[in-house]
């Protein structure tokens, strides 16, 4: 059993995996709210295919509302990770109680150590 199936979040020094991991520990908390005030600025807007979202409020209802569908998460793997100074592009897999394994490509453009943007890609 490696790391991530025990539920072990590797820390980073690196700015942007700093934000990865900020995130997945309030992800996995189920703490949507926190989540947001953490790593989204005001105005920030999350792009999917499907749908977007603008707004720390509008972020926040989504997350709400989005989570509990999920029935539980379980981190399974973080795949890859690229980063610069203000952008983290990553793989991550989780399990949920309602669609087994997922697996999603996210993908956040970062001031100020928060997401101006976040485009999501769910496989």
């Known amino acids: 059993m490696d790391k991530a199936e025990k539920g072990v979040i590797e820390m980073s020094t690196t700015s942007g995996r700093a934000y990865l991991d900020r995130r997945l520990e309030l992800l996995l908390s189920g703490k949507p709210d926190e989540m947001v005030d953490a790593g989204y600025n005001e105005d920030a807007t999350l792009i999917s295919l499907d749908y977007q979202v ?42 949920t109680g309602m669609y087994v394994e997922v697996t999603s490509y996210e993908a956040f453009i970062l001031r100020e150590g928060k997401a101006d943007y976040h485009f999501t890609l769910v496989k």
């Open 54 to 95: 603008r707004g720390k409020q509008a972020l926040k209802e989504h997350f709400r509302r989005h989570l509990p569908d999920l029935g539980g998460l379980q981190l399974k793997s973080i795949g890859k990770v690229a980063e610069t100074e203000d952008a983290i592009f990553f793989e991550v897999t989780v399990i």
